[in-house]
């Protein structure tokens, strides 16, 4: 039987890393989903959410909550977009009628991986990519919404790619949304350590899960030139199989 | 107030954190260590995440109780033969101290480790009545000496310092002439201390935990300092923040195992002491006289409120240990003596957010304080509920934020201003940016950004752009 999954694109990969999108659609079609993208979905809120702007973030929240509120499945290429939907149901605790709708939708939404893993019950998937990465295990998704394992499944069975340890793994990247502007000076001091560590490592690739955290690391390698290309793990997972 | 120690903005005392490369080696190489150590410690007992729970139940159950177990463990504590005083605020704990400090015709103080005592400001207080006070826990003996360098850490108070730095402060203060070797550092500060015990009238000690079945202190420490304060002076004086009750020793014992642990990795530390009233007629050692005073200043007000659970709080320090946000800053920027994720939920909390505003905003919100707690406080989310009550209730946000924050709402809610919206920058940023694919020096909040990494330029074809081209396609 297709699962029809919802897509929520987020706004970072709909402006930013459209990339990320098409492989999450292709990947997912690839394992026998059908995907279905509702063009009225903007953003979770999170930015707004988490600088303490409830009373901004909210419209946000609803909009969403109506656009996904009929989906099977809602599946998303970001652990930290994907809490931020299961948290409605907090947010919205004393509404009545927006509280049942938040449940249904936290009760649908996966992350990617987790969706990969759990839902279409796939470890192994072929696909091939040569030669050596280090992984990061974004905050959001591994320590609040417990997407620890899910990943690295799926990248162990990534024929001929090494994953190779990380100093410092679990530790934050400093990208934090809107902290990475509103303290810069500390995310900077966050990320130059986290690049330090990558650069011990020396590896081909980069992946992550999670966009925010990616266009952090990423942009402080590229201001670094380092030649170690950052990979959504919906990239790596849509290769394909080499040659 | 007592609790601020750095005065000048939160900016300003965050660039010269960021400046002292000392310290922030010490810092994260002090972090790395303690976590290891934690992982083992942790690891040795099992069952890690039941031993949490049972923290949290018994945190949880003692402060919903809290006015019960207060009454219970005065009680006791006076059957024992203690006196027992309740301080509403510092101006109440310290006046009373010096009182007692008169009384005795106190002169010499000797201290064991007390966060609550740097709280309430009470050497600056006893000082001013003409005491000498010698803190005698090392880390803070050295912040005593160093002209009253402020506590960076809960548990290790000198983790800012590297041992270079304490051989000058030495040198200086105790006209020392060996080397920075950690040994002969203690040893010579061993040295100098016992003197101070031996003549000291009254002995001022914290209180890890308070048992109220039998009113009895228990102090957790690893250098036999507090046993000296509590069995040398004829005076013992425990101050105790109001919330640090257990009901019973069998949750002494859990609590025990958890803060050791947690904090700096130990299965138990050198010393735990259980102290229950004064010295009693057939003892050989020990006060003949013992104050508790159990302070409020600003406590019994969280209760009831969303913070509440702040208050379960045993300050052992694990959030400060793996915070990265403290390992880059290290605990003087917090600019307040309680720092890293605690510090930021409990400053505002006890002393305002009209100078500590900025606290909550100095953590990412990556739960790493969360998931370390060993009275599993949900700190990330009370980061977050100071956040909400900043920018709603106090609307201490610069206006500037809360505008774009408004078209952040309006736009991410609204089809047409975001479609609209996204393809517009997207396109006057290519222009912007000559074609460039990523921007190296960003106007305004992009700056913030820019300083230290590129940032993407938005595509021109966005992901709805080849959704909506894929859809077309298919349905030609």
């Excluded at chain 2, 800012?160 to 020392?176: C, S």
Aim: charged share 25%.
């Amino acid at each position: 039987m297709t699962l029809r999954v919802t897509l929520f694109s987020t706004c970072l990969v709909d402006l930013f890393q459209p990339n990320v999108g098409i492989a999450t659609v292709e990947l997912l079609e690839k394992l026998g989903c059908e995907i279905d993208f509702p063009p009225a979905q903007i953003c979770c809120g999170q930015p707004a959410y988490n600088s303490g702007y409830l009373h901004e973030a909210k419209p946000a929240m609803i909009h969403l909550l109506e656009t996904f509120q009929h989906a099977e499945y809602i599946v998303t290429p970001s652990g930290s977009c994907a809490l931020m939907l299961k948290e409605y149901e907090h947010v919205f605790q004393d509404d009545p009628k927006w509280h049942a709708i938040a449940k249904q939708v936290a009760s649908k939404t996966y992350e990617l991986t987790q969706f990969i893993v759990h839902v279409l019950g796939v470890t192994k998937i072929d696909t091939s990519l040569s030669g050596t990465a280090v992984f990061h295990t974004s905050c959001h998704m591994t320590r609040l919404l417990g997407a620890k394992e899910e990943p690295k499944l799926l990248l162990n069975n990534v024929e001929n790619l090494t994953i190779q340890p990380l100093t410092g793994q679990s530790q934050c990247c400093g990208f934090g949304g809107t902290f990475s502007v509103k303290m810069g000076d500390i995310s900077a001091e966050m990320v130059k350590e986290k690049v330090e560590h990558i650069k011990q490592v020396s590896p081909d690739y980069l992946i992550g899960a999670d966009c925010g955290c990616l266009m952090n690391i990423g942009g402080r390698l590229s201001r670094e030139q380092q030649t170690i290309e950052v990979l959504h793990i919906a990239e790596v997972l849509n290769q394909g199989m080499e040659g | 107030m007592p609790l601020k120690i750095k005065s000048g903005p939160f900016k300003q005392r965050l660039a010269f954190e960021l400046n002292n490369d000392f310290m922030r080696k010490a810092v994260s190489s002090a972090q790395d260590g303690l976590g290891v150590r934690r992982d083992i410690a942790t690891d040795q007992l099992g069952e890690w995440e039941k031993w949490r729970e049972a923290g949290q139940e018994i945190r949880q159950h003692t402060v919903n109780n809290l006015a019960h177990y207060l009454e219970q463990f005065s009680e006791q504590a006076t059957k024992s033969g203690a006196h027992v005083f309740f301080a509403k605020d510092d101006v109440e704990a310290t006046n009373y101290i010096k009182q007692i400090a008169e009384r005795k015709n106190a002169k010499k103080i000797v201290k064991s480790k007390s966060m609550v005592t740097e709280e309430i400001g009470l050497n600056a207080a006893l000082e001013s009545i003409g005491c000498e006070v010698v803190e005698t826990d090392l880390g803070e003996y050295i912040l005593q000496l160093d002209d009253h360098d402020p506590p960076s850490h809960v548990v290790v108070p000198a983790l800012h310092k590297k041992k270079e730095q304490i051989r000058d402060v030495f040198v200086e203060k105790l006209n020392y002439k060996k080397s920075a070797d950690p040994e002969e550092l203690a040893k010579h500060a061993r040295y100098t201390l016992r003197e101070k015990f031996l003549e000291a009238d009254l002995g001022i000690t914290g209180c890890n935990f308070g048992v109220a079945e039998s009113g009895s202190i228990c102090l957790v420490t690893n250098e036999g300092n507090a046993r000296l304060v509590t069995t040398i002076p004829k005076t013992q004086i425990t101050v105790m923040g109001m919330e640090r009750l257990v009901p019973t020793f069998e949750d002494l014992d859990v609590m025990v195992s958890l803060l050791t642990r947690a904090s700096v990795g130990q299965r138990i530390t050198s010393y735990v002491t259980l102290l229950t009233g004064p010295k009693k007629q057939e003892e050989v050692d020990g006060p003949e006289e013992l104050h508790v005073v159990i302070v409020d200043n600003g406590r019994s007000k969280i209760l009831g409120t969303d913070f509440q659970e702040i208050l379960q709080c045993i300050r052992c320090g694990a959030c400060l240990n793996v915070c990265p946000v403290y390992r880059h800053i290290g605990g003087h920027a917090y600019g307040s003596i309680y720092p890293g994720p605690v510090g930021a939920v409990l400053t505002p909390l006890l002393d305002g957010y009209e100078d500590h505003k900025e606290l909550p905003y100095a953590s990412t919100l990556c739960g790493a304080c969360t998931d370390v707690c060993p009275v599993k406080i949900p700190l990330h989310s009370l980061l977050l509920k100071h956040r909400q009550k900043i920018v709603e209730t106090e609307g201490k946000a610069p206006i500037s934020e809360r505008l774009m924050m408004k078209a952040f709402g309006f736009g991410a809610s609204t089809n047409s201003v975001y479609t609209g919206g996204s393809k517009m920058a997207a396109v006057s940023l290519k222009i912007l940016l000559k074609n460039k694919q990523s921007i190296s020096n960003g106007p305004g909040l992009l700056k913030e950004w820019t300083n230290s990494r590129d940032f993407p330029t938005p595509k021109q074809s966005r992901f709805r752009d080849w959704m909506k081209e894929r859809e077309g396609t298919k349905n030609d």
